[in-house]
C-alpha cells in the first residue's frame, strides 16, 4: 500500500505539471481552428531548397496588423512582443518588405490576406527570365540571347516564389475568417493611446514543417537509402510531375514506338500548368487557360474539314504538363522521341506552332515568335518557318488580326518549342499576345484570373445562362483558335480553298472558359466526361499547379479534363456499351492500338445519354527524365521536387505574458518538487504511518 499510493501521489503531481507547464485549460478551449488557409511550401531543385516552413511544433507569435510603415519598424525593430506573426495586406507583400522579415529574427510567421481585387501596378512572384537555365539558349546556342540578354520577357517578376523563408506563410482570402482575426487582434493588441498592449495577447500559431532540405540531390538520395535499408520506408520529397496529353489527327499505332516511315507530324502545342507563390492554388487565365481554351477549339473547328479533305501531313495535339518547372513535359517527352520511346520519333516532327499566352491582346495584335539562331544556320528550316509565316498571315488578315513578326534578332519566349529546338533544328513559331514582354502584369500570381480576362456575367443570368453567354474574351479567343486551327491545316499542307470551313465556335469556347475559370462542375463539362470518374468536376476552377503523383493512379483533374474534351472534339460516338467500351478487344473494326475508348455521360436535355468516345487522345507520363537517369543534381532536365509534410494547420488563441508563463512553469516546478519530497517522507515513515491502516484494508476484501 504505502509505495503504491506513493505512485499515486506521484502521478497526480505529474498530470498536474504536464498540464500547468502545458498552458492552462483555459486557453485552450479558446483556440479558433482557421479553416480556410494555404500555405507555401518547400519545394526544390537541384541546388537550392525554396518556399517556407514552421519549425517542427510550429511557429507561434503575437500577433500584429502590418498596415503602415511604423507598423513595419515595430514589427521589425522596436515592438516588445517578438517574434511576430504578421498579418498583411497583400500591397506589403512585395520583396522590399519580404527580403526585410527574410532577414530579421523578429518574424515568426506571415498571414496574407489576399483581396478580392488586383493590384492596378502589376504583381508576379515568379522571376523575370522564367526557366532561364534549360530553355535552348546557353553558351552553345545564341550565347547573346542566353539570360535574357535583350528581352526580360516578366520584367515585373520580383523572385518571390524563388526564395527559401524560414517562418511560415501562409494566405487567407478577405472574408469571414480574416474578420475574426481582426477582432482578435483590435480587441487584445492595440495598445491605448500608443501605449503598449497588455496581455493577454492575441497569437497565431503556424503549422507547416517540411521533411526535405537542401536540394533535390540530398532529398532524393535521403529517399533512396530509406527505401534500400528502412522497413518502414519514408519519403521527404517527390519529383513534380503528372501526365502530358496528346491526340494525332489520323491514329498513329501506338504500340510500335519510334521512327514511323511516311509520318510528318506538325506539333500543336501549349502547356497546361501554372504557380503561384502559394501551393496548390494557380489559376493561370492568361498564362494557362487561355492557351488550353485556344488549342481545344481549334481541334474542334479541324476536325470536320480534316475528315472530308485530310492534309497531306498529320497534326498532333499536344498539352504539355509542368512546363512551368524548366518545362517537365515537353523535355520529357523530347526524350522519349530521341530514345525511341514514343510513338514518333524528332525526324517525324515536320514543324511545331505552339499557343503561348494570347488572351490579352491590344487591338488585333498577335506576334508570330520564331527563333532567330536555327533560321540563321539552316536554309530549310528559315524557309519552311517563312511559309508558316506567310500562310498565318494570310489567314489572320482573313480574320482581321494582324501578325506580326519581333526584330530578326530577338529571342523566342519561354516556351516548350525550345525544348524541341535543344534535339534539332525543327521549324516553328510561338504565337502570343505580346511583342516583347509579357502584357500579364500578374504572371504566375493568383491575380491571374477569371476577372483579370474579363469572364464576368451580367448579375442575373443563372448558371446555365452565364455558361452560353458569349463574353468578349470568348470573341476575341474564338478569332484565334479559327486563325490556330487555319494555320494548322496549311501547315499540314491542306488546300487553301478549305479554309473557309474551318472556323471556331464562339459558344465552345465561352462554355470552355466558364468550365476552365469559374466552375468545371458544369452541365456542358459533366456531358463531356464520365459520371463515374470521381473528384474531377468541383464547383470551382480547377488549379493548374502540377504537382506531385500521389500514386500512379491520382492524375490532375485539369489533366483528366483536356483529355476528356480532346476526345470529344477529336474522336466519334461508337455503338460500343460500357463495358465493352472499356475492352473493345476482339471486335473486328476497334483497335486499342490505334485509338482510346472514353465513356462520356452524354447529354439529351438534362439527360444523360451515355456512349462511347472512339478517338486517339493518350496520355503520356510528364516526368523529368532527370529521375529515369537519377541525375539529380543534373542541368539539362527540371529537377523540381516538392518537400512532404505531416501537418498543415493554422489557429489563433490569447496568450498569457512570457512572465506569467515562467511564474506558472516555476509553481509548477515547486509543486512537484514538493509532492517528490511528501512522497518520499510518505514512503519512508509508511509503516509506521499507515500500519493500522493496512491491517483493516486487508480485512476489508
Ligand atoms: C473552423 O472549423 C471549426 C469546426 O468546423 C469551427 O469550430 C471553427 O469556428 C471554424 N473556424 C472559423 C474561423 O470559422
Ligand atoms: C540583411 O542583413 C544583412 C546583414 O545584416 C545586410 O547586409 C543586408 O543588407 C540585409 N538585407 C536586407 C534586404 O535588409
Ligand atoms: C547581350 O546583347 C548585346 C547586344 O546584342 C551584346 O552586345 C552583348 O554582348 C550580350 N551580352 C552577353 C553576355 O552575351
Ligand atoms: C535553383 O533555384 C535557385 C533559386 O531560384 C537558382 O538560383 C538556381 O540557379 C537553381 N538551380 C538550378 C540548377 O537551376
Ligand atoms: C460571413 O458572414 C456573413 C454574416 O455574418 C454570413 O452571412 C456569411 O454566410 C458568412 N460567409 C461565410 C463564407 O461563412
Ligand atoms: C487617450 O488619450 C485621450 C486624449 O489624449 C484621453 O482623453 C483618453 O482618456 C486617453 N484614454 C486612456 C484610456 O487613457
Ligand atoms: C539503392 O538500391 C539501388 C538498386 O538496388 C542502387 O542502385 C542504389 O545505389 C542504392 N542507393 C543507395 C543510397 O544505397
Ligand atoms: C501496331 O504495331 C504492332 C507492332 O509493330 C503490330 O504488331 C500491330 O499489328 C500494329 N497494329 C495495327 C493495328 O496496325
Ligand atoms: C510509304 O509510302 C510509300 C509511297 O507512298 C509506300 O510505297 C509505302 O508502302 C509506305 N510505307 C508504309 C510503311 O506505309
Ligand atoms: C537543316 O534542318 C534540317 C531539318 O531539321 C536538317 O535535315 C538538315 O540537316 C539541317 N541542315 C543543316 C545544314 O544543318
Ligand atoms: C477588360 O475590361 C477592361 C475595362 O473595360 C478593359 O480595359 C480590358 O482591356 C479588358 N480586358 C480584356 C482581356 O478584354
Ligand atoms: C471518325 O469518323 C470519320 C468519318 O467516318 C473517320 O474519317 C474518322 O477516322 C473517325 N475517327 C475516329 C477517331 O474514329
Not at 658 to 668: I, K, N
Request: net charge negative; hydrophobic share 40%.
Amino acid at each position: 500500500m504505502g509505495p503504491g499510493f506513493a505512485k499515486w501521489i506521484i502521478t497526480v503531481a505529474f498530470c498536474w505539471f504536464i498540464q500547468i507547464a502545458s498552458g492552462n485549460s483555459v486557453e485552450q478551449k479558446i483556440y479558433v481552428e482557421l479553416n480556410n488557409t494555404v500555405p507555401c511550401v518547400r519545394l526544390l531543385n537541384a541546388t537550392h531548397q525554396m518556399g517556407c516552413q514552421s519549425s517542427i511544433s510550429g511557429n507561434t507569435g503575437v500577433l500584429h496588423l502590418l498596415e503602415t510603415d511604423s507598423d513595419l519598424d515595430i514589427i521589425l525593430n522596436n515592438g516588445l512582443h517578438a517574434p511576430y506573426m504578421v498579418l498583411m495586406d497583400a500591397s506589403f507583400f512585395n520583396s522590399a518588405v519580404m527580403m526585410r522579415m527574410k532577414n530579421s529574427t523578429r518574424v515568426a510567421g506571415v498571414a496574407v490576406v489576399i483581396p478580392n481585387s488586383s493590384p492596378v501596378q502589376g504583381f508576379s512572384p515568379h522571376n523575370k527570365c522564367p526557366n532561364q537555365y534549360t530553355g535552348v539558349y546557353s553558351d552553345t546556342y545564341g550565347p547573346r540571347l542566353a539570360d535574357c540578354n535583350g528581352t526580360v520577357w516578366n520584367p515585373l517578376g520580383n523572385g518571390l516564389s524563388f526564395e527559401d523563408f524560414k517562418f511560415p506563410i501562409f494566405s487567407m482570402n478577405d472574408d469571414n475568417q480574416t474578420a475574426v482575426i481582426r477582432k482578435c487582434i483590435s480587441e487584445h493588441n492595440m495598445g491605448v493611446n500608443g501605449s503598449a498592449p497588455a496581455y493577454p495577447l492575441c497569437a497565431l500559431q503556424l503549422f507547416s514543417h517540411m521533411h526535405a532540405v537542401t536540394s533535390t540531390a540530398t532529398c532524393m538520395r535521403r529517399n533512396d537509402i530509406q527505401n534500400n535499408y528502412s522497413l518502414n520506408p519514408e519519403t521527404v520529397c517527390d519529383p513534380l510531375g503528372d501526365f502530358n496529353v496528346w491526340a494525332p489527327l489520323h491514329p498513329i499505332n501506338t504500340t510500335a514506338k519510334g521512327h514511323k516511315a511516311n509520318e510528318s507530324v506538325v506539333v500543336a502545342a501549349t502547356r497546361m500548368d501554372g504557380r503561384t507563390f502559394f501551393w496548390d492554388v494557380a489559376t493561370g487565365a492568361e498564362g494557362t487557360v487561355a492557351g488550353i481554351v485556344a488549342l481545344l477549339a481549334a481541334s474542334q473547328a479541324l476536325k470536320t474539314t480534316a475528315e472530308q479533305a485530310p492534309p497531306p501531313r498529320n497534326i498532333l495535339f499536344t498539352f504539355f504538363q509542368g512546363e512551368t518547372f524548366d518545362y517537365i513535359g515537353s523535355s520529357k517527352m523530347v526524350y522519349d522521341m530521341d530514345n525511341n520511346n514514343f510513338v514518333i520519333d524528332m525526324e517525324n516532327v515536320h514543324s511545331v506552332l505552339e499557343i503561348g499566352q494570347v488572351g490579352l491582346r491590344r487591338g488585333s495584335e498577335l506576334w508570330m515568335h520564331t527563333d532567330p539562331v536555327s533560321r540563321r544556320n539552316n536554309i530549310s528550316v528559315n524557309q519552311e518557318v517563312g511559309n508558316i509565316l506567310k500562310g498565318m498571315t494570310s489567314a489572320g488578315a482573313e480574320l482581321g488580326l494582324s501578325l506580326a513578326e519581333p526584330t530578326a534578332t530577338q529571342a523566342l519566349p519561354p516556351s516548350s518549342f525550345q525544348r524541341f529546338l535543344l534535339s534539332r533544328a525543327v521549324p516553328g513559331v510561338v504565337l502570343a499576345d505580346h511583342q516583347s514582354a509579357f502584357n500579364n502584369k500578374y504572371y504566375e500570381s493568383v491575380y491571374d484570373n477569371a476577372d483579370y480576362l474579363n469572364v464576368s456575367y451580367p448579375p442575373d443570368l443563372t448558371l446555365e445562362e452565364q455558361l452560353e453567354y458569349v463574353t468578349d474574351i470568348a470573341r476575341a479567343l474564338t478569332n484565334v483558335s479559327t486563325l490556330v486551327a487555319r494555320s494548322l491545316y496549311l501547315q499540314a499542307g491542306g488546300e487553301e480553298s478549305q479554309l473557309e470551313n474551318i472556323s471556331a465556335d464562339s459558344k465552345i469556347v465561352t462554355q470552355l472558359l466558364y468550365g476552365f475559370l469559374i466552375q468545371s462542375n458544369n452541365s456542358y463539362f459533366r456531358s463531356l466526361t464520365n459520371p463515374e470518374d470521381k473528384l474531377l468536376l468541383e464547383a470551382r476552377a480547377p488549379q493548374y499547379y502540377v504537382g506531385v503523383p500521389i500514386s500512379a493512379n491520382t492524375i490532375k483533374p485539369s489533366t483528366r479534363i483536356v483529355q476528356y474534351l480532346l476526345a470529344n472534339y477529336l474522336g466519334n460516338s461508337t455503338g460500343l456499351n460500357q463495358s465493352k467500351c472499356q475492352d473493345p478487344s476482339g471486335l473486328p473494326e476497334e483497335s486499342k492500338e490505334l485509338y482510346s475508348y472514353l465513356w462520356v455521360r452524354g447529354a439529351n436535355g438534362s439527360e444523360a445519354a451515355p456512349f462511347c468516345v472512339r478517338s486517339t487522345v493518350r496520355r503520356t507520363l510528364a516526368i523529368s527524365p532527370a529521375f529515369e537517369l537519377k541525375q539529380y543534381d543534373s542541368r539539362t532536365y527540371s529537377t523540381w521536387t516538392e518537400s512532404r509534410w505531416k501537418l498543415i494547420r493554422a489557429r489563433i488563441f490569447l496568450v498569457a505574458s512570457h512572465d506569467l508563463e515562467m511564474l506558472t512553469l516555476g509553481v509548477g516546478i515547486a509543486v512537484l518538487l514538493l509532492s517528490l519530497l511528501v512522497t518520499y517522507f510518505l514512503s519512508t515513515k509508511a509503516e509506521l504511518l499507515f500500519a493500522p491502516a493496512q491491517e483493516s484494508t486487508g480485512s476489508a476484501y
